[in-house]
């Protein structure tokens, strides 16, 4: 008996962990769970329920001692690359090519690791998706740098500014206010031309289309609870950096 409720503990903090791991990096709340679900089976445990929100995963085991535990998930962010690692594991337990002790430190490990791109080349990417955007848009090619840099600058900032704040609202809308006082100044100096295709074009990188993408997708599937928050955050999102940009606009 001490032995089974020994083994279901270590299967639920795989679980938790794998769920964490995923809701953390930006997957959908249905993913997360039909994950965790799976991962237990795989272990001889039929009977699971979880119920995910962007905030916290409650995962219950059913059997001779049921057991329910919680974990609180503060902060959130995109790295598609350690979902896909998550995936990967989970293929490997469904197919036995993982133990439990095995699979619990390859997660461990995925957990510690920091498999996003390095910052500058973050930066660099935003930069060319400004300029790229600005042309999409049908902007001037001339406007190409100052979107860039305008771009390139504001990714900085809203690193900076939530690592300084943790507010993540406060954090986009001072972004997209230095985004337009940029855009703005190139223009007043002669260095841009098109305002409104530089400030489109900049903060296109500070837009949360993942987010955008997971609320539709969880609404899709039935997970109104879920999906209605992430479509609030994106909203949110939008709002700041819609404000940011009126704010300087204003003084203009």
Known sequence: MENQTSYTDKVMELCLMAGKIMLESGAETYRVEDTMMRIAASFGIRESHSYVTPTGIIFS????????????????????????????ISRKISSGDLSLDEAYQSLKEIESASLQYPF??????????SGCFLIMFKGEWRDFIPAMIAGGVGLVCVTYFHRLVPIKFLA?????????FLSVLFVKIGFGYQLDKIIIGS??????????????????????????SKGAEAFLTALAIGSGIAGILSFM
Request: proline letters at 3%; hydrophobic letters at 50%; charged letters at 20%.
């Open 203 to 228: 903060v296109m990188p500070l837009v949360p289309g993942l987010l955008i993408t997971n609320a539709v997708r969880d609404l899709m599937v039935g997970h109104l609870v879920s999906g209605l």
């Open 172 to 180: 986009e809308f001072l972004a997209a206010f230095i985004i337009g």
């Open 120 to 129: 500058w080349l973050q930066i660099t990417a935003a930069s060319i998706a």
């Open 61 to 88: 085991i059913e059997g001779e001692l049921t057991k329910t535990k919680l974990i609180r998930v503060t902060e959130r962010t995109t790295d598609l690359e350690k979902i896909a690692e998550v995936n990967s």
